[in-house]
Each structure stands twice: as C-alpha cells, then as structure tokens.
C-alpha cells in the first residue's frame, strides 16, 4: 500500500470515528429543533412559517457551522489543538502589550469555558429525554418511565467513559453512520410527496418570516439555535481527530442528512399541522417506531459524548494553564495524546446531568436552558477568533470586521431571543457558568497570592549560594531536586531541609516546571539548564498545555545537557503549601477557604508529575493569603 493510499484510509477511519463522537450532538437536534419551533409556545403552523423556519435553519447551519466553525474557526487551531481555551491562548498571545486587552480576553474565554461546561451538563440531558420522549408518541401510558430511563440512560453513559474516547468512536461510528443514513431516508420520503419543501433552500424565506411575524418570529430564532448545538464540538473535539476528517464528515455526508431529515419533517407539517406535537416521531412508519426510539436513544447517548470528550479536553487545558486544580488525567490511547478520561470531572458531570433530568423533567422545559448555554459559548468564539485573525493572522481591519461583524450580527440575534427565555430555565446554564467561573478566577488568584507570598518571604538563591559556599554545611552523597515554582528563589523545601536536618547533599538541583500557551513544547524550549555553581544547577523543563509531565523521564534527558541523574540515588524534596484564609489579603475570606479546600483537594504533586513516592521528601509551609 503507498503512503497516499494509507494516508487516505487514515482519514477516512479519522472521519468515520469523528462522525462517532463529534456530530453526535448536532446529529440528535432534529428530535427537538421543530417540534419546539412549533410546539405550544412556537410559531403557528402555517405553509409560510414552515419553510422560514426551515430556510433560517439551512442557512444558519451554513453561516454558523459551515463557514464559522468547520471553515474559519478551526484554522485557528493552536498546534492542532482547538476548544475555547486553546482559542483563549492564541488570542492572549497577540496582545502581550496590552496588559488590560490580555485581562479582558482571559476573563472572555473563562467565561466562555465556564458555559462549555454548562453546556456538557445540559446536551447529555436534553438528548436523552428528548429520544426517550418517543415512548409518549408510541403509547402515551408510558409517559411516567421517561425521566426513570432516562437517568438509567446516562448513568450506563458516564460508565462508558473510562473505556476512552477511541474504543467509544468504534462503537458509536457505526450506530451514527445508520442514525445518519436513517434521517436522510425518512427525509426524502417526504419530500418526494411534498416536494415544495425544498423552496425553503431560498434566503427569501427567512427573510418574508421575520417581515410577516415580527417580534415572534424574531423570538422564534431561540428554537432555531437548538440546530445549532453541538457546532462547538467540531473545534472543542479537533484535537482528537485533526480538522480534515471533522470537516470531511461535516461536508459529505453529516449536513446533508440533516437538511433532507428537516426538510421531511417541514413536508410533513405542510400536509399535517398537528404532526408539530412531535414532527420527528411522527414522521417515522407506525411499524419503525420502537427500532427507531431505540436508535434514536442510542445516538442521544453519542450526543452527550461529544460535549463529554469536549469537556475532558477544555478541562485538561485549563489545568495545565493554571485555571483548576490539578485533577486525574488518564490516556486512553497509546496512538492518540489527545484522547483522555478525567474520572473526577466525570463523576461531577454525572451528578449535575441526573439531577438536570429530575429537576427540569422534559425536553422543551430544558429548550431554554440549552439555548443560552449554546450560544453564550459560540458569541464569545466570534469575538476571540477576531482578535486572532487580527493580531496573529495579520488581516486588514476591514476583513476582520466584514466577516467577523457577519459571526456577530448572527450571534447577537439568536443571543437576544434567547434572552427572553432566562426566567424560564435559561438562568441555570448562567448559574452553573458563574459557579465555574467563580471556581476557575478563584484558583488563578489564588496561585498567584501565594506565589507573591512565598516570593516576599523567600530568598535570592545566588547570594544564597555564595553564602553556602563561604560557610559550607555537611554534604551527604547523592542528589536532590528541590521543586518549586520560583525560578530565581530558594525553595522553602531547601531552606527546611538545611534547617533541620543541617545537611546538603553533593548535587542541588532547583527544578521548575513551566507551561507554555501552546499544545506542545519544542524541542529546543523543552529544557533549559543554568550551572549555578558549587554543586548547584537550575533546571526549568516546559510543557505544552495538552502534554502530561513525567519529571523522570525529563531528567533522563539532561544527560545531554551535561547533567546525569541516578534515579536510585535521587530525592525529591517538594514544599506543600498549608493555606490559612486571612481578611484583607487579597480575596473575600470565603474565597480564601474555596482556594484552600481546591488545594486540599487537587491531585498531589508526586502523582501529578509522576515523581516515585519512595524518593520524595515532603515539607510543609503554612501561607497566609
């Protein structure tokens, strides 16, 4: 097989597992997008209002997912990573002048994470019921097991989860691929006995339903955005399969099945109005039903693992940025860096999902919440690609704003129906995302108050050395790795050790690791070594905010720098810092005790850099914040 053969059976698989996990929330709309379009609170069912309805989501899914997402955003991938906070850190990058712009995006693309994360609670719950919703259309005795299976549901999905990301995408390609090929079908069943349907391709459609409906049809584009949901993970989740095959599958083969099963459902609505009820079941063969419920369930389940996926990614990022506690990270695939399980994180996500399900009860109750959630996300991404295309990619400024005041103009319109919606579930998404951002600034604050603390109360390490040198201690064999994240300070763990065990060993090492705003490190970056003399060295080793650090493996490799490490002759000396809330230090006390009870909390240090715990030397130091 030559390369090129191989290459394109490697994108196709690429595009086969992508279509698996990414397009399975976008996927899963059509089960909701009409029927709240036109259900008790929607638009009447008039022949006019059905093929706008439809015209605004054929030409939304073109200018949102097609050109913003799959065509524009997803060049600004950060080293083939992509999601808000990749995004977040090329746009930081191309205002490093301004410290006030650098502030304003950060808190933008927290922000936006924060309703990513809001997001990952609300499709998984959305999906679910609306799939299992279908067992009312079928015997409506059976509308009080819904929410009962729905939670079942979930609970075996989150289990899934450890299994990772590519055994998954083998299983759920092949349902996605028939769920797919089903909505085409049921489609154009439809549109052959009501072929009028496909006038609704024209722009003028959209435009005469906003003139004949006014400020309702305006409020109707909060239903439309329901087809939308999902176009952030074609970014959040390219760093798992790579752009071509998400943009591969977006192009052949997922949108087209979308408009032709839309367009069904407007066909059937044009010959019966009350179809509106549920126009996705209804348009499904009597004797398909249940087969069809039961496909519909499981792609609702591959639905909810895109945002999960997506949600792992973002999470991993804004640990290794600084923005969270550090957490378990497990790979689950040797061939792929970026396919990963975060079991806390998903434990929490199940939580919130089940309690989501029991709490809002329904699908359209939970419409308004998805709405806000989705589309606070996709405005954010407009501004934040702006400034890339700005300040990184060099554009004119009359490009950015024709194209990015078309992103804006469309964000702000479906922001502004949805807005109507916030005392009516919409507050939630709005809730859970200032409780996360909340969490995120407060971990940020946090670090920075106590690596200012220990700086001021800390020590030059040169004269230090010089010191040492003019009064020498005890020297013991062997050699120590004080870590600390002060490059030019002496470890508080050094100090202790001298203090108290009034000895150094032969060789000092001061170690800091560092995390650059880019995926990976180069080569060259990757370690940085600084003799220091007297048997003491300063070692820095960087990593890419989508790399895990293996300190070990790290040290192996300054052989080449002139430093050899015997691991069985090394130990670790690491300060674990003990927070004590105090008032006027820099936060709100109840700020001070969350940061306190994150770091209690995060994954320790050792396991975190995967230092062996029988070399490791922990000493304690109590900071005030």
């Known amino acids: 097989m030559s390369s090129q053969e191989h290459g394109n059976k490697n994108l196709y698989a690429l595009a086969l597992g992508a279509i698996g996990v990414v397009y399975g929330d976008i996927g899963t709309s059509p089960l909701y997008t009409l029927k709240e379009a036109f259900g008790p609170h929607g638009v009447a069912v008039t022949p006019d209002n059905v093929l706008g309805v439809l015209s605004l989501i054929f030409w939304s899914l073109i200018v949102v997912v097609s050109i913003k997402y799959a065509t524009f955003i997803m060049s ?31 808190v933008l693309g927290l922000f936006g994470a924060a309703l990513f994360f809001g997001d990952s609670v609300i499709t998984p719950a959305m999906s679910v019921l609306s799939a299992v919703e279908g067992l009312k259309v079928a015997t409506p005795a059976l509308d009080r097991f819904v929410v009962p299976i729905a939670v079942v549901v979930l609970i075996a999905l989150f289990a899934l989860q450890r299994n990772g990301t590519a055994k998954v995408a083998r299983v759920f390609a092949p349902i996605m691929v028939i769920w797919f090929l089903a909505l085409a079908v049921l489609g154009v069943i439809k549109i052959i006995d009501a072929p009028q349907v496909l006038n609704a391709l024209n722009p003028y459609y959209a435009m005469e339903f906003f003139y ?13 955005i329901l087809a939308l949901t999902g176009a952030e993970a074609l970014y959040a989740d390219m760093g798992h399969f790579g752009k071509r095959p998400i943009r591969r599958a977006w192009f052949a083969f997922v949108l087209p099945a979308l408009m032709l099963n839309y367009l069904g459902q407007g066909a059937l609505l044009l010959a019966d109005p009350a179809a509106a009820q549920n126009p996705f079941y209804l348009l499904v063969p009597p004797v398909l039903l249940y087969p069809m419920i039961a496909l519909a369930t499981m792609a609702a389940v591959i639905a909810s693992q895109a945002v999960i996926s997506g949600a792992f990614s973002v999470t991993r990022q804004a640990i290794q940025l600084g923005y969270l506690p550090r957490m378990e990270v497990v790979h689950t695939s040797r061939e792929t860096m970026g396919q990963i399980y975060l079991p806390g994180l998903n434990r929490v996500l199940l939580v919130l999902t089940v309690a989501v399900v029991i709490g809002f009860h329904s699908s359209t109750n939970l419409a308004a919440a998805y709405g806000i959630a989705v589309i606070g996300t996709m405005t954010i991404d407009s501004v934040l690609v702006m400034i890339v295309a700005r300040r990184i990619w060099a554009w004119q400024r009359w490009h950015v704003a024709a194209l990015g005041g078309l992103f804006l103009a469309v964000d702000l319109a479906f922001l502004g129906a949805n807005l109507e919606k916030v005392e009516h579930g919409g507050w939630f998404p709005l809730v859970l995302g200032l409780v996360v951002f909340t969490v995120m600034t407060t971990w940020r604050r946090g670090r920075d108050l106590v690596i200012r603390e220990l700086k001021n109360a800390g020590l030059a390490l040169r004269p230090f050395i010089e010191s040492i040198a003019e009064h020498p201690p005890l020297r013991v064999p062997g050699q120590a790795v004080f870590l600390t994240a002060q490059i030019d300070a002496v470890p508080h763990a050094l100090l202790h050790n001298l203090k108290h065990n009034k000895v150094l060993h032969e060789q000092n090492v ?17 370690i940085e070594l600084i003799a220091l003399g007297h048997e003491f060295h300063q070692l820095t080793i960087r990593y890419g905010f989508a790399e895990d650090p293996d300190v070990p493996d790290m040290l192996a490799k300054c052989e080449k720098a002139g430093l050899v490490f015997d691991m069985m002759d ?53 900071v005030e914040i």
């Open 570 to 622: 090394t130990t670790f000396f690491l300060s674990r810092e003990s927070i004590v809330a105090t008032d006027n230090r820099g936060m709100p006390k109840w700020r001070d005790k969350l940061f306190a009870f994150m770091q209690r909390n995060a994954l320790p240090a050792t396991a975190f850099f995967q230092i062996p715990g029988n070399r490791l030397i922990e000493l304690g130091t109590q």
């Open 76 to 106: 600004a991938d950060n080293k083939g990573e992509g999601g808000i906070m990749a995004l977040t850190t090329l746009a930081h990058r191309g205002v490093r002048s301004s410290a006030r712009a650098r502030w304003i995006i950060m």
């Open 212 to 224: 004949e409906n006014g400020r309702v049809g305006f409020f109707a584009l909060a239903s439309v």
């Open 510 to 526: 001061v170690l800091t690791v560092e995390w650059l705003e880019t995926p990976t490190a180069e080569p060259e970056e990757r």
